[in-house]
């Protein structure tokens, strides 16, 4: 499974490694250096690994054990550990045992625990962790939900799809990704706020101001920011509040990116957002794409 940052990437193996490759500077790449690199570079000491997520300069791993291993910057706390100094090599994640699913956002992270609740750890700006309160930066704490499936989190706001059915999300909305109506002066919630008409949802995925879910009936719903497209719905509107439903049918997978979003329908990789250096893969740079177009491999 690969994974984007901001500006890197990183892939875990079948075999437990990661490697990743991109920009270096704070060490989100775990190799030990601030180097950059233009070709995957091994992570030391990680060989279990099931999954990988990347922020925007750190890094977070899935072990089979349920631990979380994080790299790179620490500015707002971001590996766990708050005060402390960026870190080239994985460090792990004090407190989080039994993850079962891991997510990373802007500079903070959100992990899934065996007992169906949720640690989240890192910058508080905008009450992206759940906490009740905004603050400098947090080591793991429990948002207090029961029940949890699947996390997403993007730039400050983080979602959480429940087992009883409905998703629910907190943090930044400026532009209505937490699935309501943004309310000035104070453009976020410190507590979880309902998304309307999205029920059973088993994965979700979020952008920079964006959330889409990937529902039991095999559909896609997004909301939030469309300023690129990447709600899909064929336009592009101004902010976008509520669930918005993509015409595409026997979807399997979703992937949520920075302003953008790819699907896997019918067997084939469908993409829309933002354009700008071919992240869709219609093999046009530029643009921006306002409707969901299939990916062509040769």
Known sequence: ??????????????????????????GQLGDGTTTSRSTPA??????????????NAHTCALTEQGTVYCWGSNASGQLGTPGA???PTPIQVPGITGAQALAAGFDFSCAVLD???????????FGQLGSGAASA????????????????TGFYHTCVALSTGPVQCWGYNQTGQLGAA????EFWSYTPITVPGVTNATKLGSGFGHTC???????????????????????FGDINVGPTDLSLSNVTDIAVGWQYVCAVA????????????????????????????????P
């Open 1 to 26: 499974m690969s994974v984007a940052g901001y500006n890197h990437l990183c892939a875990a193996l079948a075999n437990g490694q990661v490697y990743c490759w991109g920009e270096n500077s704070s």
């Open 42 to 55: 091994v992570v030391p000491g990680l060989n279990d690994v099931v999954a990988v997520d990347a922020g």
């Open 85 to 87: 100094a960026n870190s």
């Open 115 to 125: 007992d169906a609740t949720l640690r989240c750890w890192g910058g508080n700006a």
């Open 137 to 152: 930066g947090e080591p793991p704490v429990d948002p207090g939900l029961t029940g949890a499936v699947s996390v997403a």
């Open 182 to 185: 943004a309310t000035p002066p």
């Open 213 to 235: 879910a990937l529902l039991q009936n095999d559909t896609v719903t997004c909301w939030g920011s469309n300023l690129f497209g990447e709600l899909g719905k064929g336009d």
């Open 266 to 297: 019918e067997g084939r990789i469908h993409c829309f957002g933002q354009n700008d250096r071919g992240q869709v893969g219609t093999g046009i740079v530029g643009g921006n794409v306002t409707s969901p177009q299939q990916v062509d491999f």
